[in-house]
């Protein structure tokens, strides 16, 4: 019988699927229903910088009507972020005393010194790590690439260097050199980088001449640009990799184990297809690793992956030229 058992940042998992960040992990109730249909890990959804200063302005406002003078002047004048959403702090020792797997919570942040008191408010809450989404759409015109990537980089140093549960950068891959900001980030103290998010784009509606908000699942052909990359710098990063995008079913993430995944995260195919796929996944590598004679994870992680000797694999530009000339 094949063993799945694997494990992330340093935390035991019975298998390498992960629940990852969105409402699909937002309850307890959701979180235990991932955790009976087999998930080796879940990852909250993200608390968002915007709701911590809501609820700030939210208490301010409050404290106003009451007149109390001195902690409205305290709030106001300086340490916003002493006082985080305590919604999520309470979802997360709740979740924790729900369930028995790593329960792994994510934020969403911008800025550094808005997160570092609210990161180590995280950590006290129980938590078992920390994903940082750093996500946001740099729309200024005057500042360059380069500055956007320090500033991402300041902000996960700044954070990590506060915690002692383990911290993963959960990144978009939008970078013109990822391979050089992944080198970048994994040099700095962290457990693992996700790749890569999935932004939501907003839309248009033709009939109504507006914007309109839809959410974007991803298709299964989605995971080979998470593949490819992981595979591209699994031997160039010490730190942990998960895949995440395009993982619909057991060959998406027998594909990102392959390519050098240490986990692959699920999110879409939750949507449309339930927890039950857990199950699905989870035993769909246990059959491909009894066929192909693997004992462990272990024995095929990585199999594809870019050589350390940077010998091309097929993952760089010659498998693109390929494609193309074959094509009538
Ligand atoms: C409805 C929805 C909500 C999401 N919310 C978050 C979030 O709060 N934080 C985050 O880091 N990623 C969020 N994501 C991104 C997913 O965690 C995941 O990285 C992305 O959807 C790609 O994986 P998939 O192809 O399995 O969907 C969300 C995705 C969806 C579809």
């Not at 005393?97 to 180590?120: E, H, K, L, M, Q």
């Not at 991402?152 to 993963?168: F, N």
């Not at 730190?239 to 995440?244: A, E, I, N």
Request: aromatic share 8%.
């Amino acid at each position: 019988m094949p063993d799945l058992k694997t494990s992330y940042m340093g935390l035991p998992l019975s298998n390498p699927v992960i629940a990852g960040s969105s409402t699909q992990t937002i309850t307890a109730e959701r979180v235990k229903a991932l955790e009976a249909a087999g998930v080796g890990a879940v990852v909250l959804k993200s608390v968002f910088e915007e709701q911590i200063r809501a609820d700030v302005a939210d208490m301010v406002d409050s404290l106003q009507e009451d007149q109390h003078a001195e902690a409205y002047e305290y709030l106001r004048a300086d340490y916003p972020m002493q006082i985080g959403p305590e919604k999520y702090l309470d979802r997360i020792r709740e979740i924790k005393a729900a369930v028995n797997i790593p329960v792994i919570a994510s934020v969403n942040c911008i800025d550094a010194d808005r997160w570092i008191i609210f990161a180590g408010k995280i950590e006290a809450a129980g938590a078992d790590a920390i994903e940082l989404n750093v996500y946001d759409v740099p729309q200024d015109g005057s500042v360059a690439a380069a500055e956007v990537e320090q500033r991402h980089l300041d902000l996960v140093a700044a954070v990590s260097e506060k915690l002692t549960i383990p911290v993963s950068v959960k990144i978009g891959p939008y970078y013109s050199s990822i391979s050089n900001f992944v080198e970048r980030l994994a040099a700095l103290d962290i457990n693992a980088i996700v790749m890569f998010n999935r932004f939501f784009q907003p839309d248009i509606d033709t009939d109504e001449i507006a914007l309109k908000s839809g959410i974007n699942f991803s298709r299964p052909d989605d995971i080979r640009l998470p593949v490819r990359w992981i595979a591209m710098l699994r031997n160039r990063v010490a730190c942990d990799l998960s895949l995440t995008g395009g993982v619909h079913d057991a060959e998406g993430a027998i594909k990102g184990l392959l390519a050098g995944a240490n986990t692959v995260q699920i999110c879409s195919v939750l949507y449309k297809e339930g927890p039950a796929r857990v199950g699905e996944i989870v035993k769909g590598i246990e059959a491909w690793m009894a066929k192909k004679q693997f004992d462990t994870i272990n024995d095929f992680r990585g199999k594809l992956s870019e050589p350390e000797d940077g010998a091309k694999s097929g993952f760089a530009r010659a498998q693109y030229v390929k494609a193309f000339v074959g094509l009538e």
